[in-house]
């Protein structure tokens, strides 16, 4: 392989693998020495084909999540069975995983510039722009460049488009489901909102007990299913249907709510 062989965003593939070196050996720690990450569905991850795989996941954080299904990912691939032990997995990483992230995010600093390199693909929000909402159409290249990554490997996506817990599953994802028919791979994931702060960058709390569950591909019919009942199909994947509040206890409630409210104080401050 030339040592300047790029992906189909023009990457160079030998400049990302080390970047995901890098950044997987500094995080590794989060997930297995401060806080301990459980994980079932590895076998799922194994079972996938290399390309032509959408992960729709619920969002806690804006980098820690993504960080850890690298993590899983490539564990899953070298023959881990539900654990990250020996980070010897991610010297050589699966380079086709890409995640799509908001273009201001992944603009907003030199760590999320080099993360970006490391497999963003960068979109342009059509309901929020720097801290206010907003209404803009979509972008015809955003929806390409998704499914440029698609045709190419594994990519990751927030379908709520907000790391706020219980918010609507965006149109555009089911959309992008019966547009490019991928494998629809569902992911939930826990305890990441308790041990990091909003960016996922620093460690809020030690010792919290985060869990990433991948589930069996969803059963979609991408010629007949309307764009509705595959957003309800998502809801329930990822656990982010409202009926999924009934079981949560009232300080659960309470605490979101909280949480809820200081973000949108911060938004205010910001914007």
Do not use: C
Not at 23 to 39: C, D, E, P
Not at 86 to 107: D, R
Not at 222 to 249: C, G, R, W
Request: proline share 4%.
């Amino acid at each position: 392989m030339s040592l300047f062989k790029r992906n189909p965003f023009g990457h160079i593939l030998f400049l990302k693998k080390i970047i995901i070196r890098i950044f997987g050996l500094v995080s590794h720690g989060r997930y297995r020495k401060f806080n301990s990450l459980q994980i079932e569905g590895s076998e799922i991850l194994r079972n996938l084909p290399d390309s032509g795989v959408l992960f729709i996941s619920n969002h806690q954080t804006y980098f820690a999540d993504v960080a850890a299904m690298f993590h899983v990912f490539n564990a899953a691939l070298k023959g881990r069975d539900d654990t990250l032990k020996n980070v010897g997995y991610i010297w050589h990483p699966k380079l086709n995983i890409y995640f799509v992230a908001a273009g201001e995010t992944m603009k907003s600093g030199i760590l999320p510039k080099i993360f970006a390199y490391a497999g963003s693909v960068s979109i342009d929000r059509t309901w929020r722009s720097a801290g206010k909402d907003v209404k803009r159409q979509v972008k015809n290249s955003d929806i390409s460049n998704i499914g440029k990554a698609i045709d190419d490997g594994w990519v990751i996506t927030f379908p709520q488009g907000t790391t706020t817990p219980f918010k609507p599953i965006r149109r555009g994802t089911a959309h992008i489901i019966k547009t490019f028919k991928p494998v629809v791979v569902p992911i939930v994931i826990d305890g990441f909102r308790r041990s990091f702060d909003k960016k996922g960058l620093s460690i809020k709390k030690r010792n919290v007990l985060q869990s990433m569950v991948i589930k069996e591909p969803l059963d979609i019919d991408y010629e007949n299913e309307e764009i509705a009942d595959i957003i309800t199909k998502i809801e329930f994947a990822i656990e982010q249907h409202p009926s999924f509040l009934k079981v949560m206890s009232v300080k659960e409630i309470e605490n979101l709510k909280k949480e809820e409210s200081a973000l949108n104080k911060q938004r205010k401050f910001w914007s």
